[in-house]
């Protein structure tokens, strides 16, 4: 099954700064998501990257807090802007070939606001 | 009320003992029934899945679904301190057109040697 690869595994980084996570994975698919994962949270879809377009997002997230790229079929960016504490959090990159059941993820990368 | 509900645990068992984690439900359009499993400071991979009603067997782990009760299992038996990880329940519905998947909190499972 293809791999995900995503960068950093982990930062800590200051109030009011922000933070752009790369999710590259080593083949093409269709789909490719970003999810939060908070302790004691279940693990919450940010929103739907799209090829060559605008992300979806689901409700509670706008694009102004997280931006999202996915220039290409492998590739995605997960920008946290303006980051407080209440952002810390692991942020997963997630990859589809077609159909939830081919839902793979990547290691996450845990965030922490100071 | 959530869509998924799932216990978070930590759930403790001794070795070789059979383990029952479980989710309920309330969108009776969910038709995918997804099990994950998380290892510390790791992204979830797929232990397995059922669609619609029914169980599904997969060496030492089986899944069930009650769609009448909106529940779903997953056992493992035989359990290993190598299962020892967080799982978690995760749903789609018949009529999603985008992939998307709600998971449950996770239920962290020990099992102790």
């Known amino acids: 099954s293809a791999v995900i690869s995503q960068k950093p595994s982990r930062d800590i980084c200051q109030r009011g700064t922000s933070l752009t996570i790369q999710c590259q994975v080593d083949?093409?698919?269709?789909?490719m998501f970003w999810y939060r994962q908070q302790p004691g949270q279940s693990l919450t879809l940010i929103a739907t990257a799209n090829q060559g377009s605008e992300a979806t997002y689901e409700s509670g997230f706008v694009i102004d807090k997280f931006p999202i790229s996915r220039p290409n079929l492998t590739f995605s960016t997960l920008t946290v802007s303006n980051m407080s504490p209440e952002d810390s959090s692991i942020y997963l990159c997630?990859?589809?070939?077609?159909?939830?059941?081919?839902?793979?993820f990547g290691q996450g990368t845990r965030l922490t606001v100071v | 009320q959530k869509e998924v509900e799932q216990d978070p645990g930590p759930l403790s068992v001794p070795e070789g003992a059979i383990v029952s984690l479980n989710c309920t439900y309330s969108n009776s359009a969910f038709q995918y029934f997804m099990w994950y499993r998380q290892y510390s400071r790791k992204g979830p991979e797929l232990l397995m899945y059922?669609?619609?009603?029914g169980n599904k067997e997969d060496g030492r782990f089986t899944a069930q679904v009650d769609k009448s009760s909106k529940y779903i299992s997953l056992f493992i038996r035989d359990s290993q301190p190598s299962d020892s990880a967080t799982y978690l329940c995760?749903?789609?519905?018949?009529?999603?057109?985008?992939?998307?998947?709600?998971f449950g909190k996770g239920t962290r499972l020990h099992i102790l040697p």
């Open positions: 997630s990859a589809s070939t077609g159909g939830v059941t081919e839902a793979f």
């Open positions: 995760a749903m789609s519905d018949l009529y999603n057109r985008d992939d998307k998947i709600i």
């Open positions: 083949s093409q698919v269709t789909m």
């Open positions: 059922t669609y619609s009603s």
